[in-house]
């Protein structure tokens, strides 16, 4: 092969013409300790709080602590493959995850990475995982009702779009099944739903996986994390990246349910990493900023305005409590956070009373303007009866004699207590629940045996699907309970109790 020295010469003239000078440049630093996924860093003057770092063995990490002679930095990943002395870059990148609707109907982890075996994320927009939650200007009243499909939580604890609703309980109360029945009841509402799970054991977030796509849910909901063999660093940023996922479909005027399940292993998460990095304990071994933790996450629930996109973030977190004490600190926290608790008690659950939900200690601060008319109309005697059903109920042990009245209402309070009772996984439609709760608190039940209250519910609601199917649908289209309406629905629950016997 012949090479002429003017065909040199113009490859070389050609390739110093385009030649453009790219200079990088990266502050860098040393690992002075490591252990315990913690690293301490030395010679990062530039580094700003909650930066990536870049360490040399491919390993990322995130400072936390800036202190006057190094960095105290947390390891999302293994450190068994950094080193003393090793290098470290900061990449002028804050902690991010990808959004967008790719992230719907897929499983991934804290860094929004999928876990689900369906391929990559193709994902065209990333956000920080951390922000600033909306203004007082940019929100918007509570007002729109979010249907859990649940009966005592629709009629009795109201959720609205936007709200933060805190379901707290013992272990093994039922505080998950909640969750999950009410992002199945979203399913044809246009709600968006993100599940995050921190702590949990991999198996049982992959049989709740399984739970949302045997009932079609998976088409709509986000499933994001951290589980209980991952280090805390993880487990402390997966709240924080699924409200972002969150977020972007707020800002496009979507509605979005989250659940964190649950702020008592986050809170154990980021104790464990404070400690590491030698912050000072305060009250149970917490750190002093473990309310701010909770607090500028779950205030990043909102309702927006039209202005801003009208869409909304509403919360759910779960807090585990220790044989029932919601005294103690992490309850007490996000209780004074979140707008209203649903408190579950195992007294309860171990009666057979399931959803567990104590009326008593349950409150909503957004009450009946998250209610559409209807349930507003027939749901407010139900928390009265059932608290003096309860105290009658305990006077009642005595086995005193009982006058005519007093039977009356405890006949009254058992059989709302049966009907309240819902089997998992079978969210009840608004206006299914609207006729069943009509029955019960206009005493037509009285006369059937307790133990046949479901049976009538089940019973009743086929009937009026096969001879009155007009009655639930203008329910549902009207939220409304008209003197006509309210008529005819009298007239429907007598004649089924004429014709159906129970």
Known sequence: MLLRPEEIASVIKREISSYAPRLSVAEEGSVVQV???????????????????????????????????NIGAVLLGSDESVREGDSVRLTGRVAQVPVGDCMTGRVVNALGEPIDRKGPVNASAFRPIERVAPGVITRKEVNVPLQTGIKSIDAMV????????????????????????????????????????????MSTVARLVKVLEDHGAMDYTTVIA????????MQYI???????????????GKDVLIIYDDLSKHAIAYRAMSLLLRRPPGREAYPGDVFYLHSRLLERSARLTDEYG???????????????????????????????QIYLETELFNAGIRPAINPGLSVSRVGGSAQIKAMKKIAGPIRTELAQYRELAAFAQFGSDLDKDTLNR??????????????????????????????????YLRDINVEKALDFEREFLAWIDSRHPEIPAEIR?????????????KEAIE????????
Not at 38 to 45: H, K, M
Request: aromatic residues 4%; hydrophobic residues 40%.
């Open 158 to 201: 109201p959720i609205g779009r936007g709200q933060r609703e805190l379901i707290i309980g013992d272990r093994q109360t039922g505080k998950t099944a909640i969750g999950v029945d009410a992002i199945l009841n979203q399913k044809n509402t246009g709600v968006l739903c993100v599940y995050v799970a921190i702590g949990q054991k």
């Open 495 to 502: 004649n089924f109790m004429k014709e159906v016997r129970i």
């Open 410 to 443: 405890l006949r009254q309070g058992e059989r709302i207590v049966e009907i309240l009772k819902q089997p998992q996984y079978r969210p009840l439609p608004a206006e299914s629940q609207v006729m069943v709760l009509y029955a019960v608190t206009h005493k």
């Open 238 to 252: 997966v709240p924080f990246s699924g409200c972002a996922i969150a977020e972007e479909w707020m800002e496009r």
């Open 35 to 69: 252990g315990d996924g913690i690293a301490r860093v030395y010679g990062l003057g530039g580094a700003m709080s909650g930066e990536l770092l870049e360490f040399q063995s491919g390993v990322t990490g995130m400072a936390l602590n800036l202190e006057e002679d």
């Open 310 to 340: 009208g869409g909304s973030i509403t919360a759910l977190p779960m807090i585990e409590t220790q044989a029932g004490d919601i005294s103690a600190y992490i309850p007490t926290n996000v209780i004074s956070i979140t707008d209203g």
């Open 477 to 489: 289209e009207t939220g409304d309970l008209s003197e006509d309406l309210e008529r005819r629905l």
């Open 226 to 233: 951290a589980g209980a063999s991952e280090p805390s660093p």
